[in-house]
C-alpha cells in the first residue's frame, strides 16, 4: 500500500464548479500535512499547509481528519487558472524522508 | 530571488554515460532533496542530505550517488546512465526541525537516457 493514495484523476469541471480531492495516507504517527500545486511541465509548489482544525485560504479550504486518515482540499468557484495537478504531501515526523508525496490529482477546468 | 536553482535544464545521455546535476540555493536552508518525477508515479526522493556533511538514501537511491559540497550546493551523479533513469529530476531544499516546513524546488531536469 502507498504510504499517500490520491485519485490521479482527472478531474474535468465547469468553471465556477465546486471540487473536492481527497488523499489518505497510511502512517497514524504522521504530523504535518500540505497540499502543494504543479502546473504542467513545472516544479511544485506550496498551495496550503493542513491544520488540525481545518484552514481556508480564499477559495481553498483544507480539512485534516486523523481519525480517518484523510486529507480533503475543497476548491470553490473554480477558474480556468486552477488547472494543474494537486499533490497531497505527508511529514511523518521522526521519519528521515521528511516529506512524503502522493502521486497527484490533475484537475482541469473547462470554460 | 534565484530560491533554488538547477542545471542543466535537458539533458540527452547514451546508456553508460555518467552525468552530475547541480543544485544550489540561498536560502540558508539546511536540509536539501533529490527527488525524481515519472508519470503516474508521483515525486519520489532519491537522497537528502539533512544538514552540510551529511547525506543519507531515500526511497530509490540505486544508481546515483550524491555530494553536499557545502550548505548551499547538492549534487546528483549518475554514473553509467540507464533507460529507466529517464525522469525528471527535482531538487528542493527546506528548513530543517520545522514539522510545518515548506519545501522549496527548483525548476527540474528532464533527463532521457536512450
Known amino acids: 500500500r502507498k504510504e499517500v493514495e490520491q485519485d490521479p484523476g482527472p478531474f474535468n469541471v465547469p468553471e465556477g464548479a465546486t471540487v473536492a480531492f481527497n488523499c489518505t495516507y497510511s502512517n497514524s504517527a504522521s504530523q504535518s500535512f500540505f497540499w502543494y500545486r504543479q502546473d504542467c511541465r513545472k516544479e511544485p509548489k506550496l498551495l496550503m499547509s493542513v491544520y488540525s482544525s481545518g484552514n481556508e485560504d480564499g477559495r481553498f479550504t483544507a480539512q485534516l481528519n486523523r481519525a480517518s486518515q484523510y486529507i480533503s482540499l475543497l476548491i470553490r468557484d473554480s477558474k480556468l487558472s486552477d488547472s494543474a495537478t494537486y499533490l497531497c504531501v505527508v511529514n511523518m515526523l521522526g521519519s528521515a524522508r521528511q516529506l512524503t508525496f502522493g502521486s497527484g490529482t490533475q484537475l482541469t477546468v473547462l470554460p | 530571488n534565484a530560491g533554488v536553482t538547477q542545471t542543466p535544464k535537458f539533458q540527452v545521455l547514451k546508456t553508460g554515460q555518467s552525468m552530475t546535476l547541480q543544485c544550489a540555493q540561498d536560502m540558508n536552508h539546511n536540509s536539501m532533496y533529490w527527488y525524481r518525477q515519472d508519470p503516474g508515479m508521483g515525486l519520489r526522493l532519491i537522497y537528502y542530505?539533512?544538514?552540510?556533511?551529511?547525506?543519507d538514501k531515500g526511497e530509490v537511491p540505486n544508481g546515483y550517488n550524491v555530494s553536499r559540497l557545502n550548505k548551499r550546493e547538492f549534487s546528483l551523479r549518475l554514473e553509467s546512465a540507464a533507460p529507466s533513469q529517464t525522469s525528471v529530476y527535482f531538487c528542493?531544499?527546506?528548513?530543517?526541525?520545522?514539522?510545518?516546513?515548506?519545501?522549496?524546488f527548483g525548476q527540474g531536469t528532464r533527463l532521457t537516457v536512450v
Open positions: 528542493a531544499s527546506s528548513e530543517a526541525g520545522d514539522q510545518n516546513t515548506e519545501a522549496f
Open positions: 542530505s539533512a544538514s552540510e556533511g551529511t547525506t
